[in-house]
């Protein structure tokens, strides 16, 4: 099985430093697993997007971008689940 590389925009890594210590390390293990299975169980596409996916991760929620070409997965978004979409 071939094993994607994660990137994170800048706008989600300073949202991932915010976070509290227990919840940066539930994101951080599902920011890691996108490199296994980059569309998970519970992996939705957003309606209006060409190539945006999002996870749940307990209160937050990741939005995503993979490219199956390169083998890259783009972390765009991390946030919680009321400010994230906006």
Do not use: C, W
């Not at 949202?15 to 490199?35: E, F």
């Amino acid at each position: 099985m071939t094993r994607y590389s994660v990137q994170i925009t800048r706008t989600a890594e300073r949202a991932l430093k915010k976070l509290p210590q227990n919840d940066r390390h539930r994101v951080a293990r599902t920011v890691a697993m996108l490199a296994i299975d980059p569309r998970p169980r519970g992996a939705r596409k957003l309606s209006g997007h060409d190539d945006v996916f999002r996870v749940r991760t307990g209160r937050y929620r990741l939005l995503y971008s993979i490219e199956d070409k390169r083998l890259i997965v783009l972390v765009l978004k991390i946030g919680h689940r009321k400010d994230v979409y906006r």
